[in-house]
């Protein structure tokens, strides 16, 4: 994942199981397919969106489809994605290019293979640190070998580095600056610290370590060094590779440290990155044209490393929340005695990158498109992140065949995509969304994320408001592995609330170009355990005894994906969770009016009571439209799904949002401070974060326009139903 980890992924790290035994493979395989099989329909289907016996059709195929799943198919997949470190732009990861190609054309899919050339570091370069004074010692930025897992012996391993760093060798003194967050920075200059001049001490968290870079830069910094703490994610945490799951001290998170006002190809904003090889030319800025580019030098490095740094650190205590988790009272300053040199090259030019997209045309709607997606280029070999989730797309693309095979083809088409250089800043995805805006603003129905998608065994999901009730009533048919329950129960555990936690999209991954530029409803989600993120121990072996050993949470995953994309492909009006619309607007005005009383302190504050009536005759429509949707006009239902397709542009607005103009919902954005958060209304989450009053009026009116235009749409779909 280019940023750590989108929202319904943050709870994803932390479970696992036994192993699966090959005794008697074939028998065991029927037993587990008939086990899903039977106590999935046990449950019952919830369908919404079908009539007459289309639902009954709808059943039986659900019923083929989960014959379909098998794990050790899924397991299969993932090792054979995994043999090899595979970046972007990697020979290794144009090996992965094919085999996935070859595996969805095998299945019956149309299989295209979209290039682009992008502007992306050459990788790994050089990087290396080092303490100067008061003793010379060479700093470790590279994992351990380890006899348990034969993986980490590979020779075509890299050392850690940040894709995106700039070039420099500095020698200065330390400053730590906690996470590395602007309000780390604020409170520095608060204390009277400068980092001008010096290498900053950062770690992971917080933010996206693209930001920590950022604002070290800008408040002067010569350097950063950027390092995953043990009391995050190590022996504080628990028993550490390869006995246990979390970072020993020889662990490396690498990253991206792209931000920039866009997302994808610096060069190519709102226009894709095609071929210079190509027939169609683009206009491409010189890299000297882009703002944001770092200029420092920056690398991760293991705890082990940074403790020689930490240890030797004589200024003052840091403040309350900053300590860490190694041995030693961390201090903000090191003093004149201590000394590191950073010393990092990495060129930057223009390099080709492959999307992988597989289609299989609709019988009856082709033009109206499902597409399920995640990255496949990795840092290292890339288990959990990414290829967890490229592994179970494979096996959706052979159930969805064999699918079409039993003659259950989908009547919408259901694309499976994989995407390249999402580490580098989600550009794959991104440049394939630029190039085809215009189809995917007619035909686009819902955008699926599976990035990493199978890592433990906790159930886990954010999505758009109109796709929120298709995934809990999905979830409420499937069974969960070695369980009476189903996947909807697991999720809901103890909880006393109506629903399951389901969160609302950040950033991070590869649906921000379909969900906050073009405006396609979109959702994310899977199971989650436990990773060793972005570090050259995200192996199979690290997989297979840490995250899932019974390799049963692909299959599931595979069903949950699969039910999803067939009951949207399939129902005669698309079912859309419209209601929703009302709801989430309603919550999220109330906490932004909480948000904006905290600082607007004048005689006459702003007042979001405008913005909450609308949300609540928003709602009422909806359940009106809801209610004439489920009988609704034969004849009109053509025109019915067309209305509904188009509901999620209504937020589009062409200007964009104050911190970048490509960013165009009005509903969902990455938040441009953290790169983690979803900000929901973005364009107020701005406006709050600045505590700025005066534009405040401007974004209402574009908010009651919206939510108007909206409310005309649903107004419409009401009337086509009658």
């Excluded at 025109?639 to 960013?663: C, H």
Aim: hydrophobic fraction near 35%; charged fraction near 25%; include cysteine.
């Amino acid at each position: 994942m280019f940023f750590y980890l989108t929202v319904y992924k943050i709870a994803f790290h932390n479970l696992k199981n036994f192993y699966f035994l090959p005794v008697k493979l074939f028998t065991m395989k029927k037993l587990f397919v008939l086990s899903l099989f039977v106590s999935s329909f046990s449950f019952g289907q919830n369908f919404s969106g079908f009539t007459g016996n289309s639902a009954a059709i709808q059943s039986k195929a659900e019923e083929t489809f989960l014959k379909q799943q098998e794990s050790e198919r899924y397991k299969n997949h993932l090792k054979n994605l995994t043999k090899e470190p595979h970046i972007a732009t990697s020979k290794a990861n144009e090996r992965v290019r094919d085999y996935m190609a070859d595996v969805m054309r095998k299945a019956g899919f149309q299989v295209e293979i979209f290039p682009y050339d992008i502007y992306l570091p050459v990788m790994p370069g050089t990087a290396s640190a080092e303490l100067v004074e008061p003793i010379r010692l060479p700093l470790n930025n590279k994992e351990y070998i380890h006899k348990e897992d034969p993986f980490s012996n590979a020779a075509d391993l890299y050392q850690g580095y940040n894709a995106y760093t700039g070039t420099g060798d500095v020698t200065a003194e330390v400053v730590y600056a906690n996470f590395g967050r602007k309000e780390d920075f604020e409170k520095l200059k608060a204390l009277g610290v400068s980092v001008k001049g010096k290498i900053v001490l950062a770690r992971y968290g917080g933010n996206f370590r693209g930001y920590k870079a950022k604002y070290a830069e800008e408040n002067g910094a010569a350097g950063l060094i950027i390092f995953t703490d043990p009391g995050d994610s190590g022996y504080a945490k628990g028993l550490v590779y390869p006995e246990g799951p979390y970072y020993d001290e020889s662990s490396i998170q690498r990253g991206s440290l792209l931000t920039i006002d866009w997302t994808g190809d610096p060069l190519t904003p709102f226009e894709p990155a095609l071929p210079l090889d190509g027939k169609k030319k683009i206009t491409r800025l010189k890299p000297e044209e882009v703002k944001g580019m770092l200029t420092i030098p920056v690398l991760p490095l293991p705890y082990g490393a940074v403790k020689e740094i930490i240890g030797r650190m004589k200024g003052q205590a840091v403040p309350s929340g900053w300590q860490g988790g190694l041995p030693y009272t961390y201090r903000i300053e090191g003093g004149s005695e201590l000394k590191v040199r950073v010393n990092v090259a990495q060129k930057r030019e223009i390099q080709r990158v492959y999307n992988v997209v597989g289609t299989l045309v609709g019988s009856e709607n082709p033009d109206q498109w499902i597409i399920a997606g995640a990255h496949y280029d990795a840092w290292a070999f890339g288990a959990t992140d990414p290829n967890s989730g490229t592994a179970m797309l494979l096996a959706l693309s052979e159930s969805l065949g064999k699918l079409s095979q039993a003659g259950y083809k989908p009547k919408r088409t259901i694309k499976i995509a994989h995407w390249d250089a999402e580490e580098q800043g989600v550009i794959g995805s991104t440049e394939w969304v630029e190039q085809f805006r215009d189809e995917l603003n007619a035909k686009g129905v819902a955008y699926f994320n599976a990035d990493g998608a199978v890592t433990g065994r906790d159930f886990g999901a954010a999505s758009s408001p109109s796709l929120k009730g298709l995934a809990i009533n999905t979830t409420k048919s499937i069974s969960f592995p070695d369980s009476s329950k189903s996947v909807y129960d697991v999720w809901l555990g103890r909880r006393t609330t109506p629903e399951p936690p389901l969160g609302n999209l950040g950033g991070g991954s590869d649906h921000i170009a379909f969900y906050t530029h073009v405006g396609i409803p979109s959702w994310g989600g899977g199971t989650g355990g436990h990773s060793i993120y972005h570090s050259n121990f995200d192996t199979f072996a690290y997989y297979e005894r840490f995250c899932d050993p019974t390799f049963k949470m692909g299959p599931l995953v595979e069903q949950v994906f699969g039910m999803m994309a067939l009951r949207l492909a399939n129902a005669d009006v698309i079912p859309y969770d419209i209601s929703r619309y009302g709801t989430d607007l309603h919550t999220h005005f109330e906490g932004l009016q909480k948000l904006t009383k905290a600082y607007d302190k004048s005689a006459s504050p702003f007042s979001f009571d405008a913005l909450i009536k609308a949300a609540d005759d928003l709602k009422k429509v909806s359940e009106a439209c809801e209610a004439a949707l489920k009988t609704a006009n034969e004849k009109n239902k053509k025109s019915i799904n067309q209305e509904l397709i188009a509901l999620e542009r209504q937020w589009i607005d062409k200007e964009g949002m104050q911190y970048g103009s490509w960013y165009r919902s009005l509903y969902a954005s990455p938040d441009p401070y953290s790169g983690y958060a979803s900000w929901m209304l973005p364009a107020f989450q701005y406006e709050a974060s600045i505590r700025e009053t005066a534009n405040l009026k401007k974004w209402e009116q574009k908010y009651l326009d919206a939510i108007a235009r909206l409310k005309v749409k649903v107004e419409t779909i009401t009337k086509l139903a009658k």
